[in-house]
């Protein structure tokens, strides 16, 4: 009987977080139009959705979130357009130009000053290296841990495209409590991100790994009490 209960609660208390990842406000970053398309892949993020301007002053949507000055915009390959070694490969005909990457450091930063609950969710592709993405409730990936993801290579095929990074693959978690900042990490020039989510556990119009749902659990379980010291 025990058992029994705790399944009906446990499975219970999962889909009130999916009831409550699809009622709230979902805002998803797809680093379309930070530069013109094609670019040399050399423009910052910065406080493109922060209210101000990317490193070549263009502005987006003011979201209140801002990238550390490592951040950049890549230009992903079409089949007519070859401005790197990254490419969609035709998956999401809107988010098709652009994402996030870092040539310097160890991970890319990005700041939402107002925070952010119920989940989070992104495309990735890397070709040969590993990568991760933490979440955390203090700026500047400082606070407590509320969530992780281990990013494994996922490159495969994508003809046409001329890009060995390809195809993106989606990944998501839920966790407890209020989110200000997320660390982007990998080795620098091999992971790329794209159509950063937040308030769900998949990005628009993907259907997420495997993980996904098992990761929502540990995030309820308690990941939040690890703490990360200022570098």
Do not use: H
Not at 30 to 42: C, K, S, V
Not at 210 to 217: D, E, R, S
């Amino acid at each position: 009987m025990f058992t029994n209960k705790f399944l009906k609660v446990a499975v219970g208390a999962l889909g009130l977080g999916l009831a409550s990842a699809s009622q709230a406000a979902v805002i998803s970053l797809d680093f379309e139009n930070i530069g013109p398309y094609p670019n040399n892949n050399d423009i910052f993020v910065q406080d493109f959705y922060n209210g101000g301007t990317s490193s070549i002053g263009t502005s987006g949507t003011n979201y209140g979130i801002s990238f550390s000055s490592n951040s950049l915009a890549i230009c992903l390959n079409s089949t007519s357009v070859f401005c790197s070694n990254t490419s969609r490969g035709g998956q999401d005909p809107g988010s098709a130009e652009g994402g996030l990457f870092f040539l310097t450091g160890a991970e890319s930063i990005m700041n939402v000053a107002a925070g952010f609950d119920t989940g989070f969710a992104f495309n990735y592709v890397s070709l040969s290296q590993p990568g991760s993405v933490s979440v955390f409730d203090g700026l500047d990936g400082t606070g407590n841990l509320l969530a992780t993801l281990n990013l494994n290579p996922n490159a495969g095929s994508c003809p046409g495209y001329g890009a060995g990074f390809c195809p993106f693959s989606p990944i998501g978690v839920g966790f407890a409590g209020t989110a200000k900042s997320v660390s982007f990490a990998g080795v620098a020039n091999q992971i790329v991100f794209d159509d950063i989510t937040f308030g769900a556990v998949t990005p628009p119009g993907e259907t997420p790994v495997p993980a996904t749902l098992a990761l929502f659990g540990l995030g309820l379980a308690g990941l939040g009490w690890t703490r990360r010291k200022k570098a």
